[in-house]
Every structure is written in C-alpha cells, then in structure tokens.
C-alpha cells in the first residue's frame, strides 16, 4: 500500500429542511437554495478509495444500538471505516455492524411479516404490506451519520430495498464477515439517483440524497447548471 494515499472525507454542518434532504455540493455556493459543503483531506497511508467520516447509523431518527464504533474508525494499520464503491452492488457491512443494522431495522417494521431471504441478502419482507412512496418503499431511512448529528447521508427507500420478486423486497445490505478490511462500503445500489460531485483539486466532495424528491432522477438531471 506504500506510495498511495487515501482521501478522508468529511462534511461541513448545514441546516436540514423539514423533509431532512440537504444537499452537500461543492465550493459553499448556493447557500439560498439550502446547499451546504463537504471537506476532504488526504491522509499519507492507506489506498487510494474515498472514505467519508461515518460515526453512527440511524434508523426512523434513531441510532441503532449495539455498534461498536471503533470498527466505524480506521485503525492505524489501514482497517475500518467506510468508503464509497461503485464496483460493489450493494453496501457491504461488517458482520457485527450487519447484525445490529438488520435486527433494528426489523424491530422498525415489526407489523410488517418477514419472508425467506433470498441471498445475497439476509433480511426480507413481504412487499404487499409495504407501501410505494416518491422515494421508494415506504421503509424507514436509514442515515448515515457524519461528524455530528447535522451531518448525514439519508437513504430512502428506493435504495435501502431491492424487490426481489412481485411480493418480495429484501433490504439491500450485505454480510461482509467479521474481518473485512473496511467496515462499511457503500455499494452502486445506494448510490443510485443520488448525485455525487468530486472535485479531487479542492479534496472536496459533495452528495445529496435521492433525487426522486426533487422529482428527477440522475438519467434526465440538469448537470450543466452552476454549482
């Protein structure tokens, strides 16, 4: 891993609309439409991925107990913490992170009957107890939270379940065993319509929610305006 370097990255606070979608972009501009700013900075070891600075999860504004924030931290040998990925398919937990997402999960949806996984997945309900929002399934969502309780990356629907068949949706997270070499990777399924901005000049990221709230998605999304 010598000679590479990994970019940490890290959010500037911002103040949420009543709906809790605030878009981060770059450079601080914007600031009338609710637009706010994330920091990066490089660290000299490690790889060259993108990490971002989760330090909890929550579920229906809740955070979920019984997770060991050290595996959330990377450790001075390179191992934990979270970062983005657009070659995995799915966000990938840590077993012991896994475990405590999806039984908190579950305990949120307790009126809704579980099924059968269907693998890769390990937690799945039946769908037609479920209801279809803007945002996807009508799920609780989960946030990511950044450096403080201001700053978090939320997950609806549309990307927290996959429907698996006509009355099936599992949620659309991974087992990633006890010793992964990072604990959290965020896999293209939770990326999709959610728009990403990296300026790699500035050590600087910039991500909003899903992009179905503002009733577009990134294949018709209006890339050309000015940030």
């Not at 010598?2 to 940490?8: D, I, L, P």
């Not at 945002?135 to 989960?142: D, K, L, R």
Request: some cysteine; aromatic content about 10%; hydrophobic content about 40%.
């Amino acid at each position: 891993m010598a000679g590479r370097s990994r970019v940490e990255l890290g959010c500037d606070d911002c103040e949420h609309d009543s709906a809790r979608r605030c878009p981060v972009v770059l450079g601080g501009a914007n600031e009338d439409r609710g637009w706010c700013t994330a920091a990066a900075y490089s660290k000299p070891e490690a790889s060259s991925d993108y990490f971002i600075g989760v330090t909890s999860i929550k579920i229906n504004q809740i955070a979920v107990p019984d997770i060991d924030t050290s595996l959330l931290a990377i450790d001075h040998e390179g191992n934990g913490g979270t970062k983005i990925s657009t070659v995995t398919p799915y966000t990938v937990l840590q077993t012991f992170i896994y475990n405590a997402v999806t039984k908190f999960f579950k305990n949120q949806l307790s009126g809704i009957p579980t099924v059968r996984a269907v693998a890769p997945f390990g937690l799945c309900f039946n769908s037609t107890d479920i209801n279809g929002t803007r945002g996807g399934a009508g799920v609780p969502e989960i946030d990511l939270v950044l450096q403080n309780e201001t700053v978090y990356w939320s997950i609806f629907g549309a990307n927290s379940m996959v429907q698996v068949s006509d009355e099936v949706l599992c949620l659309a997270f991974v087992d990633g065993g006890v010793n992964p070499r990072t604990s959290i990777v965020i896999g293209g399924y939770q990326l999709e319509d959610n728009l990403l901005q990296f300026d790699l000049g500035a050590s600087r990221l910039g991500f909003s929610s899903s992009l179905l709230f503002r009733e577009t998605t990134c294949a018709n999304f209006n890339f050309t305006f000015s940030a």
